[in-house]
Structure formats: structure tokens, C-alpha cells
């Protein structure tokens, strides 16, 4: 022992003494910030913070700040001067609540009904599923979110066109009455299913559908099976454990999904002019307004508004938990 | 213990549970008796938590009868059975205070609330968690959330408790303190316990009755003595405790008969060469080998004429080893011959 040690000191003071001497510059480089995560962290942060400060938020209040810019009643062209007058007229005119109501009636009804067909298919997809059957339901969750976005509404226009793949079928199964009846109810029916808010409302709980069972699936992956058999031990009949336990602890995964779902919805400006009634909705808005009206100031402000509620229902969601689900 | 007329807590008869092609229970027939302390003891994959889980209810078996205080459970659901367990990873539930986690089963129960927070309180003073109530499980230590685990399950006053290791997440101490307390609790409310184990010290310091465990099948059972000074088979001397395992000559030459014996190495005791032999105990002659200091023992490895023993001895004399103790030393060995324990061979 005492001569193993005499012997091994001198060969380790040497063995470190002789690794900086050989050392390349890249290799002084890389231990100098081994030596320093800080600065490392600092490095690599840099140019993404930039990024995301100067594109991201920059543009934010320049948006922000046209909306307090006016329009020059003659020429039509966009003063740069302060003034509150677009904002005077966003909140004096009655179309503007139309729209924010419409769009966010929309957002919420989608957001619900993508909860609760997520919810059944993601529970299967977790607790009874085997292996072969979850990778086949993973793929077709995911599928549809690698193709075209605009081809598949399109192709929902088809299926839901007055003499489209729906009626089609509903004749065929001489149920053309209920399909009648469904387009007869006010407010959501129409002439038929692609010109009514029904049409417009199931493209978009199809499109952000895997948006909302992706996190759900998270939530659920993540309550431990012993958790459930815990609460049959104590006496809970499966319905029971449903409610107790199982539900509670995925219901930060849905008001996860929820803020895709329900932001997707409030922003998007393609599915309520492809499908549906023709009415302005938030986004579509947005774009007319800025394109051919040229009306950059109160585009502006109706950009504002899915960011208030965003941020409202962010504040929500994250007392409820969610960004732990993410 | 109950007598031999009285119904069993839990009656296993000629149950097997299949997995596919693996056997992980095979035909395993036992009887626990109300208000018993029964561990099931052995390696992993050996079918004893499988056997945890038959009697809860979480699987079912894929041939034989299981009873419950003589009712035969086939087909009853976990949530109809009048047993509950303490699981391995405590399972509490992350949502819930300590309070609403130890009153589930009442709240399921429809119990009035007044009654349930009265209950509740009794039982978390009874584990020592008196003023918890309000706290959230993860603001927990592991000792604690898991006799939140036991307050949740007795307070059920199931007619059987199963414990599936619950202490096994713990450390040293806490666990040694932790059996104490079970073992405390059990006597105090008087319900049968059924503890699942790999630990074969826990095993001992703590059953009635132990059942020792290997490959789907019960080796043995018995009262802890019996098992470890009675050890049926190889597996069972192995596995309870260290041993010395010998067949071949001398094997024959020790216990008279051909086979294999079971020798505890703390029953072999370790002479000069030239000592004087006491009437009717068995000599081997050897050379220590090495000596390794444990504390209270010593273990010393010693060559024989056929291998290897390990004796374990007691540091009486303290301080430097005494002469004979010496590795290269000439020693005797003497072992009495009721310690020499004929014993089947395990697969």
C-alpha cells in the first residue's frame, strides 16, 4: 500500500501538468468556457434573445403603436401623428362587438368540443391501447398535421358542399330529413353545411383537434397506473375513479390544449372565408383591413384584441396548472 | 395463533396466474390466519407480488381458488373487496391534501364529513402525522407520505392489509424504525397483515409466519426460526440468511447420509488444531484463508478438504485477532450435529 501510493504521486502531478502544455488554441477555447458556463450561457443566448426581442416584440408595438396613428380623411394615407381617434371608432362601433363576440363564441365552442372528442380517444390511446394500436392511433393524430393545411380545408369543403359527400351519404341512408332539420335550426344552420357557422365549426374542431389530444395524452401518460388501482383498493367503482382522480389530474393537459385550440381558432383568418357564412371573423378582419381597405390603424386595433384575451386566458390557464402539462 | 377450525383470512388453493407463456404464480396452495403478521419473501419475478395482487384483486387467477374469510372472490372486483393496500410507490393521490387523501375510501362510502375528519385525525395520530391534515402529499418526506399510505388503508378498517414493500424507497434507519412502528400498528388494531418483501432481515424481525418464494412456487413456510434454522431447501437456505451449502464426501461425512446440507455459518465454531473435541459434534480440520472485519462479527473464510466455509464469529475479545485467527492458520472446526441441516436441491 504505503509504496503504491509514494510512487502513483508524482505520476498524477505530472499527467496534469503536461495536459495544458499540449493543448491546441480550440482546446484552451473549450476549457476556458468549461470554466465559465456563464459566459457560455451568455454566448449562446445571444442571438436567439436578439431574435426574439428585436423581430418578435419589436414588431408587437409597432403594431401597438399604429393603432394610435390616424388616417387622413381625404387622401386615405396614414398620418403618423398620436392620436386616440381608430380606437374612438373600434369602441364606437357596434360591428367591431359583432365580430370579437362572433369569434370568440367560436373559439370557445371548438375549444369544448375538441376537449371532449380528445379526451375519450386520448384516454384509449393511454389505457387501453396496445403497443401496435397506440403507434397506429400516434400516426393518425399526427398525420394530418404533415399535410397542407389549405388542401384539407378544402377538401372539407367538398365533403360538406350542398351536393358534397354529406348529403350524399344522408340520402343514401334516407336521412336527408335530419340533415335538413340540423341546417333548418337558426343561427347555426344555412342553405347548406359548407355556408353555415355548423360547417365552419366542425373544420375547425377537425384542424386543431390533434392539438388538443396531443397534450391530453401527455397528461394522462404522466398519472401512474398504481394511482388508479389506489383509488378501485379504496372502494371507487371505475366511474368513480374517473371523476376523482383520473380527470383532476389530465385536466391541466386539456386547458393545455385549450390554448392551442382556442387561440388557433380566435386568429385564424382561411377556414371562416373558405367555409361558412361569410361573416367577419377577428382574423379575416385583420387581414381586410390592412390589405384592401388599407386601414393599418384599426387593423392594428383589432390585432390587439386576441392578444388581450390571450393574455386573459393565459392568466386562467396557468392558475389551473397547465403550463405543467406542456 | 387462530385454531385449526377457524376460517382462514386468505385461503389460496392451487392458484396459478399465467402471463402469456410465464408461469408467474404456479400452483400455489396456503392459508393466512386472521390477524397474522404473514410476509411473502423472495427475489424479483419470484410471484409474490402476483400473489399481492390476486388477493387484492387487481389480477385474477388463471386457475384455482382464492378466499377471503371463506368467500370465494373470483370475478370481485377490487373496489368490492374488504381488503386494501399499501403500495410500493405509496400511490397517494398529488391532487389531494393529506386529509382528502387519507378519507378517500370513507368519501367513497358516503361517510357524514364531521365523521371522516374525525376518523381521519385519529388515524393520522395513530401514524404520527397529527397536524399534517391540510398538507399536500409532494411537501412530504418519503417516511411520511408513506404512513399516509398506511392511514389511507387502515382507516378502511380493510379486514386484510397488503403491503407490497412498502418500506423499500426508505433509507436504513428510517426503514429499521419504520418495521417497528408496522409491527406496533398490527398488534394495536388487530388486522391481518400480508407483507410482500425481498429484504429477508424485514422478513424474520417482523412476521408470525414468513413464505419463502422462488420461481412461482412456495419453497417453504413457516415461523421465522423455522425457516432459517429448518431451511427446506437450498433456494430457502440461501436465500434467508448467509450459509454454507455442502454435498459430495463431505457432506456425507458430516451428516451421515448422502446429500446436501445447509451449515449457518455462525453455528460453526472455530478451535485450535490440537483442542480437545467435545462428545458428539462433527470436526473438520482447515487453514484460514482471510479474515474480514465487520463490526460485531468477523467473517473468516476458511479452505477445507472439500472447499470452502464461512464462519461468522462474534468480536468478543475486540482489539488485534487473536493468533489462530491469523490467515495461514491451522484451525479446527467443530459444528453440533443438530446444526447440520439436510436440505432438497432448488432448481
Same mark, same amino acid.
Given at each position: ?35 465559465? %458556463? ?53 369602441? /364606437?362601433?357596434? @360591428? ?10 367560436? @373559439? ?5 368540443? @375538441? @376537449? ?27 398525420? %394530418? ?19 358534397? $359527400? ?19 335550426? %337558426? ?27 396531443? %397534450? ?54 382561411? $377556414?371562416?372565408?373558405?367555409? /361558412? ?50 | ?347
Amino acid at each position: 500500500m504505503v509504496t503504491l501510493d509514494a510512487r502513483s504521486e508524482p505520476e498524477r502531478v505530472n499527467t496534469a501538468a503536461a495536459l495544458p502544455l499540449k493543448s491546441s488554441p480550440l482546446q484552451r477555447l473549450s476549457s476556458a468556457l468549461y470554466l465559465r %458556463p456563464a459566459l457560455l450561457t451568455f454566448l449562446l443566448l445571444t442571438p436567439p434573445l436578439l431574435w426574439l426581442g428585436v423581430i418578435y416584440l419589436g414588431s408587437l408595438f409597432t403594431l401597438l403603436a399604429h393603432s394610435f396613428f390616424g388616417l387622413d380623411e381625404f387622401s386615405g394615407v396614414m398620418v403618423r401623428e398620436f392620436t386616440v381617434a381608430t380606437w374612438a371608432e373600434f369602441f /364606437g362601433n357596434p @360591428a367591431t362587438w359583432d365580430v370579437v363576440t362572433r369569434s370568440a363564441l367560436m @373559439a370557445i365552442s371548438v375549444t369544448l368540443a @375538441a @376537449a371532449l372528442i380528445a379526451f375519450p380517444i386520448a384516454h384509449y390511446m393511454v389505457r387501453y391501447a396496445g403497443m401496435r394500436m397506440k403507434a397506429v392511433l400516434y400516426l393518425g393524430v399526427m398525420l %394530418p398535421l404533415w399535410s397542407s393545411y389549405l388542401v384539407r380545408v378544402y377538401a372539407w369543403k367538398l365533403i360538406l358542399a350542398k351536393e358534397g $359527400i354529406v348529403s350524399w351519404f344522408a340520402a343514401l341512408l334516407h336521412l336527408d330529413w335530419l340533415l335538413d332539420a340540423v341546417l333548418e335550426t %337558426p343561427v347555426v344552420g344555412g342553405p347548406s353545411l359548407s355556408t353555415s357557422y355548423l360547417g365552419t365549426f366542425i373544420v375547425f374542431t377537425y384542424i386543431w383537434l390533434p392539438f388538443m389530444i396531443l %397534450p391530453v395524452v401527455a397528461a394522462l401518460e404522466r398519472v401512474p397506473g398504481s394511482v388508479i388501482e389506489a383509488s378501485g383498493d379504496l372502494g371507487a367503482k371505475p366511474g368513480q375513479t374517473f371523476r376523482k382522480v383520473i380527470f383532476p389530474l389530465a385536466f391541466p393537459g386539456v386547458v393545455a390544449g385549450s390554448i392551442f385550440t382556442f387561440s388557433l381558432t380566435l386568429g385564424d383568418y382561411i $377556414i371562416p372565408s373558405i367555409i /361558412g357564412k361569410s361573416v367577419p371573423f377577428l382574423g379575416e378582419t385583420v387581414y381586410r383591413l390592412q390589405g384592401t381597405a388599407g386601414n393599418i390603424p384599426m387593423a392594428a386595433a383589432f390585432t390587439v384584441v386576441p392578444i388581450v384575451i390571450m393574455g386573459i386566458y393565459l392568466t386562467l390557464a396557468k392558475r389551473l396548472g397547465a403550463f405543467d402539462a406542456l | 395463533m387462530a385454531g385449526a377450525e377457524a376460517t382462514p383470512a386468505v385461503s389460496f388453493q392451487e392458484v396459478s396466474r399465467r402471463f402469456g407463456d410465464v408461469r408467474a404464480v404456479d400452483n400455489v396452495t396456503f392459508d393466512i390466519a386472521d390477524g397474522e403478521f404473514f410476509s411473502m419473501l423472495g427475489p424479483s419475478g419470484s410471484g409474490k407480488t402476483t400473489c399481492l395482487r390476486l388477493i387484492a384483486g387487481f389480477e385474477q387467477p388463471s386457475s384455482g381458488h382464492i378466499k377471503v374469510h371463506g368467500v370465494n372472490v373470483e370475478g370481485v372486483p377490487p373496489y368490492e373487496r374488504d381488503v386494501n393496500t399499501v403500495f410500493q410507490d405509496y400511490a397517494l393521490f398529488p391532487h389531494m391534501s393529506v386529509g382528502e387523501n387519507v378519507e378517500y375510501g370513507l368519501m367513497i362510502r358516503k361517510v357524514p364529513k364531521a365523521e371522516r375528519r374525525q376518523r381521519s385525525e385519529e388515524m393520522l395520530k395513530l401514524v404520527k402525522l397529527d397536524g399534517m391534515y391540510a398538507r399536500k402529499p409532494s411537501q412530504l418526506s418519503g417516511g411520511q407520505r408513506q404512513r399516509v399510505a398506511l392511514a389511507r388503508a387502515l382507516i378502511n378498517r380493510p379486514r386484510v392489509l397488503l403491503l407490497d414493500e412498502p418500506l423499500g424507497a426508505l433509507d436504513l434507519k428510517l426503514r429499521e424504525s419504520m418495521q417497528n412502528e408496522l409491527k406496533a400498528i398490527q398488534r394495536q388494531v388487530g388486522i391481518t397483515f400480508v407483507y410482500v418483501t425481498h429484504d429477508q432481515g424485514e422478513a424474520l424481525s417482523m412476521s408470525d409466519r414468513l413464505a419463502v418464494f422462488n420461481h412461482g412456487r412456495i419453497e417453504q413456510i413457516g415461523s421465522p426460526s423455522e425457516v432459517y434454522d429448518h431451511p427446506a431447501s437450498q433456494f430457502v437456505a440461501g436465500f434467508v440468511g448467509q450459509t454454507n451449502l455442502l454435498d459430495g464426501y463431505l457432506a456425507q461425512r458430516l451428516g451421515g447420509f448422502p446429500g446436501m446440507y445447509a451449515i449457518r455459518p455462525e453455528r460453526i465454531r472455530i478451535l485450535t488444531p490440537d483442542a480437545e473435541v467435545p462428545m458428539g459434534v462433527a470436526t473438520i480440520d482447515g487453514r484460514v484463508d482471510t479474515i474480514t472485519y465487520l463490526g460485531a462479527t468477523s467473517r473468516v473464510e476458511i479452505n477445507v478438504e472439500e472447499g470452502r466455509l464461512t464462519v461468522i464469529e462474534q468480536n468478543l475479545e475486540g482489539g488485534t485477532a487473536v493468533a489462530e485467527r491469523r490467515p495461514g492458520a491451522n484451525v479446527r472446526l467443530i459444528i453440533e450435529r443438530r446444526h447440520i441441516q439436510p436440505v432438497s436441491e432448488s432448481q
